[in-house]
């Protein structure tokens, strides 16, 4: 597909006013995307985990205007309260998507939305938010049309969420989610995120993510800026050549359950991803002491256990550890005994592999 293929033809029925609400989720990259090119495109190909309790849940009141505003009409409640700093990211947002989506200049729009993680832990909701709030327009779009495919349906809320926040596409689908072009997968696009389409082993379709809040803040530099400093790093050629063979090394992995290649390729993703920030000028650094400490315990650990506990980073100082569900008991142990204590007010999120975004 190309994008012009999401341009609607056009409309047969204008509704009035309507109301629709959906449920997405986060999700966790394995391979990660970092670097990108104009109009949200992808400097690499990424793969990620979709998340299962981590989630966005938004609704959309939409009321037709009497005639077509110049400017989007919209009001955001987040968590409760009405916030206005929200609004020139939706604004950006709906600049791209206009295109695509040309009823927006007919309606006002209350948007209510609201995570079930909590607010502030540093976890970003950029990535569920988006891909929510996509749904939801497409769930209006598809009651203008006599009929939408299902498949067209999540194709295309996958390449709005894109627009939003790249790792958005990748928010719509469970449970393993790829997202960019790679001569070696079948489907792969940079346009949305395509449900992984060879085979993955049982193992990894139960696996566990407890997310580790070590830092609550606010992240000192935005992954906008962190993307943006790959024009022209020193090192981003051979970066983006690394995450394409990670792609392919982990085909025969996923297939296999080979847990013990599967934690090099992922611990060497979130330390390459944090290279990169290292290396870029202006360099920067998103880790805390204790996300290292974090890192030096899960390899002990693993080394006294045997288990296949490993460990992932976003951008930012937080800890994803990933597990299979069969060692659950004592990798939570080993959380609770030796972990907790590195995290801001003891706090984690339990989390596990999840299956994609849902209507409410
Ligand atoms: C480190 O998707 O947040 O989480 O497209 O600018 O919104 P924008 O960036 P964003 O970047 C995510 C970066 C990452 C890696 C990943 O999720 O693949």
Redesign the pocket.
Known sequence: MIENDFIPASYKFEKEEGRVQWKAPS???L????G?KQN?IPANA?V?FTLDNCRTITSVVYTKLDKENKEFSFDLIFEGKNRKDFKPKIETFFERIERYIPFLKNYHFSINTSNTFPHSSGI?S??SG?AALSLCLMDIERQMVSEMDPDFFFKKASFLA?L?????C?SIKGNLVQWGEHNDIMGSTNLYGIPYPYPVNEVFKSYQDTILLVHKGQKSV???V??NLMHGHPFSEKRFEQAHDNLKRLRSIFAEGNLDEFIEVVESEALT?HAMMMTSIPYFILMKPNTLNIIEKIWEFRRASKKHLCFT???GANVHLLYPNNEKKEVKKFIKEELVAYCENGQYICDQIGFGAKKM
Do not use: C, E, F, P
Not at 164 to 168: D, N, T
């Open positions: 999700n966790i990259a391979v990660k995307y970092w990108k949200q990424s990620s970003a950029s990535a988006m894109r939003g926040s790249g790792s958005a990748r935005s992954s906008t962190g993307h991803l980073l976003d951008a």
